[in-house]
């Protein structure tokens, strides 16, 4: 607040009295103030839980980014006969589920139509989270493959 040797020094004028008694005020206002700041709990907690969503948020970022790098990664070291292999296989599969769509239909009920429809979209909403963690998969079966052999 005021240093004690303050307190020695008389003032002169009621003007200098005036001025000591405005700062005495204005620090008394901003300890105070200080002191409330800190007793406010639930802003401080509003303050943490923002700040910490807020790194939770930029983290996120980086890891989508090292995953998405990775999985460039695993594709680029894909020799061109496995992705010819991956692709060939894909076209055998779809043939195979569109033949399959037509019995699983007739021979389904209701409710588990539904619940696989639902599953489907699931899937569809996280395409690109599935498709990165395949390649990392990958990326871990050959690196795995190599140190083996």
Do not use: C, Y
């Not at 800190?38 to 802003?43: G, I, L, Q, R």
């Not at 589920?97 to 639902?118: C, I, L, M």
């Not at 699931?122 to 795995?144: H, T």
């Amino acid at each position: 607040m005021s240093d004690p040797s303050d307190r020695e020094q008389t003032a002169a004028t009621p003007d200098e009295l005036r001025e000591q008694v405005e700062q005495t005020r204005a620090e008394f206002g901003e300890t105070v103030q200080a002191l409330a700041d800190k007793a406010d709990v639930k802003a401080r907690a509003k303050d943490k839980t923002a700040e910490v969503k807020e790194q939770a948020v930029a983290k996120a970022g980086e890891l989508k980014a090292k995953a998405a790098q990775a999985a460039r990664s695993v594709q680029d070291k894909l020799p061109d006969q496995v992705k010819h292999k991956a692709a060939q296989t894909a076209d055998h599969v779809r043939e195979k589920t569109a033949q399959d769509g037509s019995v699983w239909e007739k021979t389904t009920p209701e409710p588990v139509r539904q619940q696989a429809a639902q599953g489907a979209r699931v899937i569809r909403d996280n395409r690109k989270l599935l498709l990165v963690a395949a390649g990392a998969a990958a990326f871990a079966w050959l690196a795995f493959r190599r140190r083996k052999g």
